[in-house]
């Protein structure tokens, strides 16, 4: 059975850090690439960042670029999200996803037919 499980998430100031985590199971890991979308409110679902979980590349999408930084633990299947120098515009739920191809295509994140997803993580940011 794959899940998805999402944590981390709360309330921060704005310029405080918060980091999410992803612990997958269920899949082989090192064949995913793993990544998270975030969903604010009145707003579609953006790609924020993707990791391939074998070689390490990254993807960001340009608004968190220099703030938020994706990694991976392949021991522990888990996928974290380091976020610092967060704004009030960072808040949205945030989902971590999985899916066997690199989910980046014309320089953004695909929505459509990704293998997995997890449950949300709420990410509030107050000015």
């Known amino acids: 059975d794959v899940q998805l499980q999402a944590s981390g998430g709360g309330l921060v100031q704005a310029g405080g850090s918060l980091r999410l985590s992803c612990v997958a199971s269920?899949?082989?890991?090192?064949?995913?690439?793993i990544g998270w979308f975030r969903q604010a409110p009145g707003k579609e679902r953006e790609g924020v960042s993707c990791?391939?979980?074998?070689?390490?590349?990254?993807y960001y999408v340009d608004s968190v670029k220099g703030r938020f930084t994706i990694s991976s633990n392949n021991a522990k299947n888990t996928v974290y999200l380091q976020m610092n120098t967060l704004k009030p515009e960072d808040t949205a739920v945030y989902y971590c996803?999985?899916?066997?191809?690199?989910?980046?295509?014309?320089?953004?994140?695909?929505?459509?037919?990704?293998?997995?997803w997890g449950k949300g993580t709420q990410v509030t940011v107050s000015s």
């Open positions: 990791i391939s979980t074998s070689d390490g590349k990254t």
């Open positions: 996803v999985a899916d066997s191809v690199w989910p980046v295509v014309a320089g953004t994140m695909r929505i459509d037919a990704l293998d997995h």
């Open positions: 269920g899949f082989t890991f090192d064949d995913y690439y």
